[in-house]
């Protein structure tokens, strides 16, 4: 080992090479080397490699002996994203009459980098986040989907646009109908990046993949979110995919590779692993919603839907549609029907609220009552005379509530309603919604028709269970989809009288056990309440209550009379085993 007066020569030598390598001066840098042509290959491929945005270096301990030397050098690279990779490397020098000068290897770059080789920065995809239900099963997974795509421009240097134009009409013709070769070939010749053409199922990739390939002709694999089983609440998964998309691909990873001139990698000389994306939860049960899905599968030729929440929490349970609703969109938490007698429970709380009814207060149940210019008759005419409330509430005696909205103020619906979850707007992520309106009436005939659900009042199967949950638990929830993501709500927020609630339930029991809703007696202690919402060609059918924590509604759209919604909500019940809670 030399004195330290006689480091400062290679020393000088090297911080000369390295101070202009980090300022990105390849041809200061491959000129102070005894191979400035080699030297400029590899110090430019280093930089391109990497697609660094800067880079510093400094020297470290210098060995000399007679006519040579070693100096550590530290290379800190600023890449792309964020990141930074650091090591250290030893370039060796010679003393020649001239001075000191770098005696060109590739290893002055990196200590593993040889001749003719290179170094790329390449990512690692973070694997995806599962998206899972709540009660611990996976819904949505990560999956591969195949992209046909045209690139006219490839197709023109290899001498045949019209033969990858044919072949593309061929064989995706099955899946993307109305493909024509003329304005394939224009189209994709007329474009500057490859034009997309569609998707190749899963199923037959494989088969497909020797027929495409032609040049131009380009299948690309993306990585996508996939229903693990496409009878699972597909269109709420749809919705929900796009929501969670972000949120499922982590963080990805990267690592720095030395690569042979064939493009081989010889060696991954650092690698920074990718982090994953904790697994989305929903509040969906696998339980509860494969009950309802079975229960409105069950009925052909109309539009069958049944939303179920968690009475104390608003989380959502299940959103069951059967094939006829899923081709209409989301109708169970977004469309707007008349919800005919159900809409008795928001009248009775509003009647009670105002001190003008209770549950076994006398109220009239006329066949039929006359409000100002309007007669309003009950189901079939049928009058039960002087009877309390709660069983003309058991019996649906549209007469009696009628009565009573033509009694209250134009805002008493309305409040009630508010207060049970009917016209707030929820913004619930993952899920388009509508839970319902009802308007400030000041109008006698229109107040009185509202009072049973004929007027203009409308609402969501998802609305209709907010106002049996209320009732249930005696407070508004606000509903939930994806855990963690909180629902914001937009509107009036009021309150009922705490007692209210309680007398409601009351009445609502009673429609099982003595009322209208008899045939779901056998399901346990359920409360709710049937309704028959008639329109322009018919009626719906309605069903809304709760059982335990587990607030409903069922609709059928132009199902008829209330006991269609009865049923398919009875087999729903039957479908959950005892003891399941939420």
Not at 52 to 63: D, I, K, L, N, Y
Not at 394 to 417: E, K, V, Y
Request: net charge negative.
């Amino acid at each position: 080992m030399s004195c330290s007066s006689d480091d400062d020569g290679p020393r000088a030598a090297a911080d000369a090479f390295v101070s202009a390598f980090g300022d990105h001066d390849v041809d200061g840098a491959a000129g102070r080397t005894t191979n400035p042509d080699a030297a400029r290959r590899v110090l430019s491929a280093a930089w391109d490699g990497l697609t660094a945005e800067s880079m510093s270096a400094r020297t470290g301990r210098v060995h000399v002996e007679r006519d040579v030397a070693d100096v550590d050098a530290t290379y800190t690279w600023k890449l792309p994203g964020g990141r930074t990779w650091e090591y250290q490397t030893t370039i060796a020098l010679g003393r020649s009459d001239t001075g000191w000068t770098v005696r060109w290897a590739p290893t002055a770059v990196h200590p593993k980098l040889g001749a003719d080789q290179r170094l790329v920065l390449g990512a690692l995809s973070p694997p995806r986040a599962t998206v899972n239900e709540s009660d611990g099963s996976e819904v949505m997974v990560n999956g591969i989907v195949t992209t046909v795509l045209f690139d006219g421009r490839a197709a023109v240097e290899a001498g045949d646009v019209v033969g990858p134009a044919e072949r593309i009409a061929a064989v995706m013709g099955q899946f993307v109908p109305g493909l024509s070769v003329q304005r394939l070939a224009e189209q994709a010749t007329a474009a500057w990046d490859p034009m997309p053409i569609g998707v190749i199922p899963a199923g037959d990739v494989e088969r497909l993949r020797p027929d495409l390939d032609l040049p131009g002709i380009v299948l690309r694999d993306d990585s996508v979110l996939q229903k693990r089983d496409p009878r699972f609440a597909p269109e709420l998964l749809t919705r929900v995919g796009a929501a969670v998309g972000a949120d499922v691909v982590g963080t990805p990873g990267w690592e720095i590779s030395v690569v042979n001139p064939n493009g081989l990698v010889a060696d991954v000389v650092h690698r920074s692993e990718s982090v994953p994306a904790p697994a989305v939860s929903l509040t969906l049960s696998r339980t509860v919603q494969d009950a309802a899905q079975r229960a409105v599968d069950a009925v052909a030729g109309r539009e069958a839907m049944t939303v179920a929440v968690q009475a104390s929490t608003g989380k959502i349970l299940a959103v069951a549609q059967n094939a006829a609703a899923d081709r209409v969109g989301l109708p169970a938490t977004a469309g707007q029907y008349p919800p005919g007698s159900t809409f008795k429970m928001v009248t009775s709380a509003a009647a009670m609220n105002g001190g003008l009814s209770a549950p076994e207060a006398i109220v009239p149940c006329p066949g039929e009552i006359t409000i100002g210019e309007r007669t309003i008759p009950n189901y079939d005419g049928f009058a039960l005379g002087p009877v309390p409330l709660r069983q003309a509430f058991a019996q649906s005696c549209n007469t009696t509530f009628a009565d009573l909205a033509s009694r209250m103020g134009p805002s008493d619906l309305a409040h009630a309603a508010t207060a049970m979850g009917l016209g707030a707007h929820y913004d619930i992520a993952g899920v388009e919604s509508a839970s319902g309106s009802v308007r400030i009436e000041p109008d006698l005939v229109r107040r009185s028709e509202d009072g049973f659900g004929q007027g203009t009042v409308l609402a969501s199967p998802l609305g209709m269970a907010l106002v049996a949950a209320t009732a249930a638990t005696g407070s508004l929830p606000v509903p939930q989809l994806i855990n963690g993501r909180e629902t914001k709500v937009e509107g009036a927020r009021v309150t009922l009288d705490g007692d209210v609630y309680a007398r409601l339930r009351t009445m609502m029991r009673a429609v099982v056990t003595e009322g209208t809703a008899t045939a779901i007696a056998g399901q346990g202690e359920v409360f709710g309440k049937t309704g028959e919402a008639e329109v322009n060609g018919g009626s719906h059918a309605w069903f809304a209550g709760y059982r335990g924590d587990i607030a409903f509604a069922t609709l059928i759209v132009l199902g008829g009379g209330s006991e269609a919604a009865v049923g398919v909500t009875r087999d729903f019940l039957a479908g959950i085993p005892p003891g399941f809670s939420p």
